[in-house]
Structures are given as structure tokens and as C-alpha cells.
């Protein structure tokens, strides 16, 4: 999927190459590094993330077929602007369910939107881990095979624990290491799977 570039994105993309060298990367490892570290003016996440070419080439194929996207927080979909995306975190059905069961709205939403896209779904998390811990549990126990996890929630509590967890579950997915994500990160790294390089082919190292 392609759309036009902006001159000032193609300029911070010129600006961002001559500062970290993302050549050695294979192309969606790299489209995605480079688009956290446009998004985030931080060239520390190529040393954070955690890229499974394999997985990432996966996920933009499914997304290129049109699979359902799910994300934990309306923030990311917001910034997913050319794609629909499903979020259930705000649902009147996500509050009744985690006051039953006593777990967290977000918690809450993966459970039911899990149930609405079993297989086959690109799942993004950028903010809350409980989010991520559920998608993992449903996913130990065969309730839900995703396309692509993209988790990168954000937090002292939870999030780099509930990134290992996913390393550890051998799903398909991209994660960082750290405490540190949140929503435009998640949405980068999606947008990145959407559009590749916003460069021109000639300008492409």
C-alpha cells in the first residue's frame, strides 16, 4: 500500500539515515526501525527492538489481504489513519466483563475481541500489558492464533515482563526490550507494515 510523501518526511527519513545506519536490516525489520525511530526522534530503539523479519513479512502480507487489525487502546487505531482497527476497551460489554471476572478493561476487551477474531488477526498493543498478558493466556490455551503481535506497551509495571512473555510464547511478533512503548510506537510499527519505505527506490541505501 502506497501513499504520498510529505517533503518534510522524506527530509526527517534523509535526516534519520545519516544519523543510525539501519542498512544492515532486512526490509520490514527495517521499515519498522526506522518508522519507531521517525516517530519517537530516538535512535535508541534500533537497539531495543526485538525484529523477526520472518514474522513482520507475515504480518504485511495479512495486512495487505485485508485481515482484521485489533488494537488494545483507541490511541493506536487513531493513529492507524488508512486502516480499520478494532478496539473493545471502551465497550459497555469490556466493563461488565471485567467487573465479573475481575480483571482489567483492557484485559476485558482482548477476551471479547478474541472471540470476534480468533485466527488470522494482526493484534497491536501499545499501552497496556494486562492487554498483552490476556492475548497470551487465550493464546496458551488455543482460544486465539494471531497473524502478528506487535507488543510494545508502555510502563513500569508489566510491560518489558509482558514483552518477555511473548518472546517466550513463539508467536509470531515484534516486541523492545524495555519498560518503554506506547501507542504512536505500536501505530508506527503497524503504519511501517502498511507502507514500507517512504523513499524513493533510487534513494534507498
Known amino acids: 500500500m502506497r501513499r504520498s510523501v510529505h517533503p518534510i518526511e522524506a527530509e526527517s527519513y534523509r535526516i534519520l539515515r545519516a544519523a543510525v545506519d539501519t542498512s544492515g536490516l532486512p526490509r520490514h525489520s ?3 526501525a526506522e518508522r519507531i525511530v521517525h516517530t ?3 535512535p535508541g530503539w534500533v537497539g531495543d527492538l526485538r525484529l523477526d523479519e520472518a514474522a513482520l513479512a507475515a504480518g504485511a502480507a495479512v495486512l ?3 485481515a482484521p487489525l485489533v488494537v488494545d487502546v483507541t490511541m493506536v487505531g487513531a493513529g492507524i489513519t488508512r486502516y480499520p482497527s478494532r478496539c473493545l476497551v471502551g465497550s459497555a460489554r469490556a466493563a461488565e ?5 475481575g480483571v482489567t478493561r483492557s484485559a ?5 475481541a478474541a472471540a470476534e477474531h480468533p485466527t488470522g488477526a494482526v493484534w497491536a498493543v501499545g499501552n497496556a500489558p494486562t492487554a498483552l498478558f490476556e492475548l497470551l493466556r487465550l493464546a496458551a490455551a488455543g482460544r486465539v492464533a494471531p497473524a502478528l503481535v506487535v507488543g510494545l506497551p508502555v510502563g513500569y509495571v508489566g510491560a518489558a515482563e ?3 512473555a511473548l518472546r517466550a510464547s513463539g508467536l509470531p511478533q515484534l516486541s523492545n526490550l524495555s519498560a518503554r512503548g506506547g501507542s504512536a510506537v505500536a501505530a508506527a510499527a503497524v503504519n511501517a507494515l502498511l507502507y514500507g519505505d517512504p ?7
Open 30 to 32: 527495517r521499515d519498522v
Open 40 to 42: 519517537t526522534a530516538d
Open 64 to 66: 495487505a489481504a485485508g
Open 97 to 101: 466483563l471485567a467487573a465479573a471476572e
Open 108 to 112: 476485558a476487551a482482548v477476551r471479547l
Open 162 to 164: 509482558s514483552k518477555a
Open 199 to 205: 523513499l524513493p527506490l533510487e534513494e534507498r541505501l
